[in-house]
């Protein structure tokens, strides 16, 4: 198969991007039968981040695979929001949680080089796929759900976490992009019924893991940030927002840090 036929192909396969995507195929795949194969499984409903092989996140490339999260763009900014952080705390240690492919951990660990890198997830297949990027950008990876399982000496010493949350409410999972929708578990994006419900699992044991000077940043949609930040203030939590133009960033830390009066 030819560029050209790709592009077709593609575009008749229902591919809005087909240019930009047919460019991405062949830089992995060669013409031919090898480009041929990549765009059948385009075109029968696999996400491109899979037929490739990686999602491009931060200007990083991840390794992806089947039933784990695929990083999303639109995370980029909570990511660079904790390499901000980091660097602004000449922060120590740092906890993506609830990693997926490690994404976010990765951001971290290739843009802050003195940096202690964790990332944790409760599904084994994330664990296993994080632990490929982590063997590439250098962190660590757990198994956990969320704080349970996590190694004691990070208790009190997490400097910087970040946490890009399932937050999708119930009545919306039907909106997300019908391949991801079919290659990820759906634990990975559900949020219940307001798309709180993890958010409302962490919240309770945030102060046992978070150093005295640490920050907890999360993403949510913009209009779960009433909601959220009564949950978040009602636990004693510090909250600063950062609105983007569907998503808002959540910056909580302790009261009574520098700053506060
Ligand atoms: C929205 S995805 C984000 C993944 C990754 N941080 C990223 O940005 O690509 C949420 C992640 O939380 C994980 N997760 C869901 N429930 C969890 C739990 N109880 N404990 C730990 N991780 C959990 C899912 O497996 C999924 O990988």
Not at 10 to 30: I, P, S
Not at 99 to 119: K, L, M, Q, Y
Not at 162 to 175: G, M, Q, T
Not at 191 to 198: H, N, P, Q, V, W
Request: hydrophobic letters at 50%; one cysteine or more; charged letters at 25%.
């Amino acid at each position: 198969m030819k560029a050209a036929d790709a592009v077709a192909h593609l575009r008749v396969g229902g591919c809005v991007f087909a240019e930009k995507e047919a460019g991405l195929l062949l830089d992995t795949y060669a013409e031919g039968p090898a480009l041929e194969a990549a765009v059948g499984r385009r075109t029968a409903g696999e996400p491109l981040e899979h037929v490739l092989g990686y999602a491009s996140f931060a200007r990083l490339r991840i390794a992806v695979q089947p039933r784990v999260f695929i990083p999303r763009r639109r995370a980029e900014v909570l990511a660079v929001a904790a390499v901000d952080d980091m660097r602004r705390a000449s922060a120590a240690t740092f906890l993506d949680l609830g990693c997926g492919a490690g994404a976010i951990a990765a951001t971290v660990a290739s843009r802050v080089a003195t940096a202690d890198v964790w990332a944790s997830d409760v599904s084994e297949t994330a664990v296993r796929c994080a632990r490929v990027n982590a063997e590439r950008f250098g962190f660590s990876v757990v198994l956990s759900d969320w704080w349970a399982d996590l190694p004691g000496e990070l208790a009190h010493h997490l400097e910087v976490v970040a946490a890009y949350l399932p937050h999708v409410p119930d009545k919306r999972l039907r909106e997300i992009p019908a391949d991801y929708r079919r290659s990820e578990e759906e634990c990975a994006v559900r949020g219940g019924r307001d798309g709180l419900d993890a958010l409302r699992a962490v919240l309770p044991d945030l102060g046992t893991w978070l150093a005295p000077s640490g920050v907890f940043l999360t993403m949510l949609a913009a209009e779960q940030l009433s909601t959220a930040a009564a949950l978040v203030t009602g636990h004693g939590w510090v909250l600063g927002h950062r609105q983007l133009d569907d998503d808002v960033i959540l910056r909580l830390r302790p009261a009574g840090q520098r700053g506060d009066r």
